[in-house]
């Protein structure tokens, strides 16, 4: 039989749990979260720890959240499976997408990216007014595979979406198997800074379309998965904690301010 505890001890106990931190006093359990490399949001790399604007912002969020957090390198369709599945709580930096939203929930968006589309120098999209996407039609894009491109009025079947990732998407470009090229500006600026053996871009321009939308950033969370929204109101209220506490702001220009102009801009 367990004895009462005195009331004095009673009492410094309590004394105890209010001196701790805001989160502490009910830690919540482990947040796990997937992504895949994409600098500056998020940058894994050998013997050295996660870092990235996304990853950092996560951590702040976990912290007012209660949580640890563990996040997993994985290429992006397999993270986006992983999430549905249930078996990662969340995946990190995904685009607003009709077809997705069938399946996960939405965090509040935490970022807006600067559309941009990249095309050869001297070439025929750099001698004409390229002022709206049907301007576009006469040619031949390239995209990421599992990329959305929405937020363009593009579909997915009017773009050559075979390459792996944003470098093999600019080589396919310089090599002549497509005409433009379709990112946004501070994934390739990220790429610029922290990709290894990044192509030359002398040869290559780029615009920022006017009719393409801004694409805003957002965590998702599989709707198969127990107490997803019950997870997701907890996220979005630490979303909103973190942009009123300016915590996000000082990762956005700590991340993004410098580099807010493209090398060669049209």
């Known amino acids: 039989m367990k004895r009462p505890l005195p009331d004095l001890l009673l009492r410094a106990l309590a004394l105890c749990l209010i001196a701790l931190p ?14 895949s490399h994409t600098p500056p949001f998020v940058m894994f790399a050998d013997e050295q720890p996660v870092g990235g604007f996304s990853y950092e912002l996560l951590q702040a969020l976990s912290r007012r959240m209660g949580r640890s957090l563990r996040v997993s390198a994985l290429p992006w369709a397999r993270c986006l499976q992983a999430v549905k599945a249930g078996d ?18 939405y965090s509040s968006s935490y970022h807006t990216l600067t559309p941009q589309i990249f095309f050869k120098a001297r070439s025929l999209i750099d001698t004409l007014q390229i002022n709206q996407v049907r301007d576009l039609q006469r040619f031949r894009g390239c995209g990421v595979r599992d990329y959305t491109y929405e937020h363009y009025d593009l579909e997915a079947t009017q773009l050559d979406r075979g390459a792996g990732d944003d470098l ?11 005409d433009y090229a379709v990112e946004e500006l501070e994934y390739i600026i990220g790429a610029r800074s922290f990709v290894a ?17 801004g694409p805003q950033v957002h965590f998702l969370i599989g709707k198969g998965r127990a107490g997803g929204q019950d997870l997701l109101a907890e996220l979005d209220q630490a979303i909103a904690g973190a942009e009123k506490a300016g915590q996000t702001a000082a990762l956005r220009k700590q991340y993004f301010d410098p580099a807010y102009k493209p090398a060669r801009k049209r």
């Open 22 to 35: 805001a989160g502490a006093q009910q830690s919540g359990a482990a947040l796990s979260a997937c992504a």
């Open 88 to 105: 990662v709580d969340l995946a990190i930096d995904a685009y607003d997408d009709a077809e997705r939203r069938k399946s996960y929930w």
């Open 168 to 178: 093999r998407m600019l080589q396919k470009l310089q090599a002549g198997h497509c």
């Open 197 to 213: 053996n990044w192509l030359d871009e002398s040869g290559l321009k780029s615009m920022r379309p006017a009719w393409a939308r």
